[in-house]
T-cell receptor
Framework: AQTVTQSQPEMSVQEAETVTLSCTYDTSESDYYLFWYKQPPSRQMILVIRQEAYKQQNATENRFSVNFQKAAKSFSLKISDSQLGDAAMYFCAYRSRNSGYALNFGKGTSLLVTP | GAGVSQSPSNKVTEKGKDVELRCDPISGHTALYWYRQRLGQGLEFLIYFQGNSAPDKSGLPSDRFSAERTGESVSTLTIQRTQQEDSAVYLC??????????????FGEGSRLTVL
């Protein structure tokens, strides 16, 4: 089974600054999806950004971007110009395209944004 | 509906009672997933339904847990003889057919279960 590791249980960033959340994964597959989900206190899991493994270009969504290093099996999330509303739990997730279609999640990183 | 709907939002029960949690997926989504999230933890996969195929039950923690889904509609997760360690938020998600769309899972707001 594929495992996803988030080595930072908690991170803190000042408003307007940039923060990077780390994620590594273990897989023998070559074709898969990677995701970052945000979970605010409301419990609703919200997709932040996705990356398809066959794409070399790093995905970006406004202030959110990823650094996808396929050979290193690394998928970090960069949040630029952090806002108070970015405070939440962030989960990295892996999904195979070929076998076993559930998302495998990391344990999450709690992001605190200070004024 | 527009999103994944779950009910009840909160459920408090006594140890030993049975509970049913309901999930109404996004219309047209063929895949449905149940996850469990204990306090301060990540998401633990429980079960996956894809159309009329046999469900993937590999994540169910014990035979007290079961789930049903009729066709591509509502799913019910049942926990029999609840234990205190079953206390958690149970999240449901749906997605388009495997191989189609973006691979994204869309989540409901979850059902918080508290077993006293």
């Amino acid at each position: 089974a594929q495992t996803v590791t988030q080595s930072q249980p908690e991170m803190s960033v000042q408003e307007a600054e940039t923060v990077t959340l780390s994620c590594t994964y273990d897989t023998s597959e070559s074709d898969y999806y990677l995701f970052w989900y945000k979970q605010p206190p409301s419990r609703q899991m919200i997709l932040v950004i996705r990356q398809e493994a066959y794409k070399q270009q790093n995905a970006t969504e406004n202030r959110f971007s990823v650094n996808f290093q396929k050979a290193a099996k690394s998928f970090s999330l960069k949040i630029s110009d952090s806002q108070l509303g970015d405070a939440a739990m962030y989960f990295c997730a892996y999904r195979s395209r070929n076998s076993g279609y559930a998302l495998n999640f990391g344990k999450g990183t709690s992001l605190l944004v200070t004024p | 509906g527009a999103g994944v709907s779950q009910s009840p939002s909160n459920k408090v029960t006594e140890k030993g009672k049975d509970v049913e949690l309901r999930c109404d997926p996004i219309s047209g989504h063929t895949a449905l997933y149940w996850y469990r999230q204990r306090l301060g933890q990540g998401l633990e996969f429980l079960i996956y339904f894809q159309g009329n195929s046999a469900p993937d039950k590999s994540g169910l923690p014990s035979d007290r847990f079961s789930a049903e889904r009729t066709g591509e509609s509502v799913s019910t997760l049942t926990i029999q003889r609840t234990q205190q360690e079953d206390s958690a938020v149970y999240l449901c998600a749906s997605s388009a057919q495997v191989g189609a769309g973006t691979g994204e899972l869309f989540f409901g707001e979850g059902s918080r279960l508290t077993v006293l």
